[in-house]
Nanobody, 117 residues
């Protein structure tokens, strides 16, 4: 089993920045990919960004150029640097991990990001 713990959410004004962190523990050798999903009220959960163990990254069109995903050399911690935040980025952000970017079956509890206009 893998446990994921997020931190770094909060309230920020539009145009501001936040950095989310996620630490993985447990059987982390089973993790090849990590990523961040978000879910806003009344909307489906969407993949925001993901990174493989080899460093390949994916970004949703809505955040490309504003968000940056990264992982530590030990690969058990990932970050999401969010710049130029917009009110539409407001959502619960979830850390995810798994065998691949399309098979991330471990989830954190989520951290709230609220962007005020």
């Amino acid at each position: 089993q893998v446990q994921l713990v997020e931190s770094g959410g909060g309230l920020v004004q539009a145009g501001g920045s936040l950095r989310l962190s996620c630490v993985a523990s447990g059987t982390i050798y089973s993790i090849n990919a990590m990523g961040w999903y978000r879910q806003a009220p009344g909307r489906e959960r969407e993949l925001v960004a993901a990174i493989s163990s080899g460093g390949t990254t994916y970004y949703a069109d809505s955040v490309r150029g504003r968000f940056t995903i990264s992982r530590t050399n030990g690969k058990n911690t990932q970050y999401l640097q969010m710049n130029s935040l917009k009110p539409e980025d407001t959502a619960m952000y979830y850390c995810a991990a798994g065998l691949s970017m399309v098979a991330m079956n471990y989830w954190g509890q989520g951290t709230q990001v609220t962007v005020s206009s």
